[in-house]
């Protein structure tokens, strides 16, 4: 099975920083999309950042310019940078990866994380 485990979640004041790293491991083939999501309370999960295993980024309008995704092909992690962080920011975020097991064939499976809090306030 393939784990994903998050780190680096906190509490902070608006304007504030945090990183989140993800690390994947076990019996994974490939990493091909990685990604971060979060989820506040009374709202469904939203996408907040993807890359590609090539590097393509993807940003959702609210975290651009102020959110930075960025990952290690040779580690499998993705990390998210969050600068300026502003009290709507607070959530779960969960990391996300579409991972390659290899057996006869290689099939692709969507792995999430456990969640870490993020909690914006002054």
């Known amino acids: 099975q393939v784990q994903l485990v998050e780190s680096g979640g906190g509490e902070v004041q608006p304007g504030g920083s945090l990183r989140l790293s993800c690390a994947a491991s076990?019996?994974?083939?490939?990493?091909?999309?990685m990604g971060w999501y979060r989820q506040a309370p009374g709202k469904q999960r939203e996408l907040v950042a993807t890359?590609?295993?090539?590097?393509?980024?993807n940003y959702a309008d609210s975290v651009k310019g102020r959110f930075t995704i960025s990952r290690d092909n040779a580690r499998n992690t993705v990390s998210l940078q969050m600068n300026n962080l502003k009290p709507e920011d607070t959530a779960v975020y969960y990391c996300?990866?579409?991972?390659?097991?290899?057996?006869?064939?290689?099939?692709?499976?969507?792995?999430w994380g456990q969640g870490t809090q993020v909690t914006v306030s002054p």
């Open positions: 076990g019996r994974l083939f490939i990493i091909n999309g």
């Open positions: 996300n990866a579409h991972v390659g097991i290899s057996n006869v064939v290689i099939t692709y499976h969507d792995y």
């Open positions: 890359i590609t295993r090539s590097g393509t980024t």
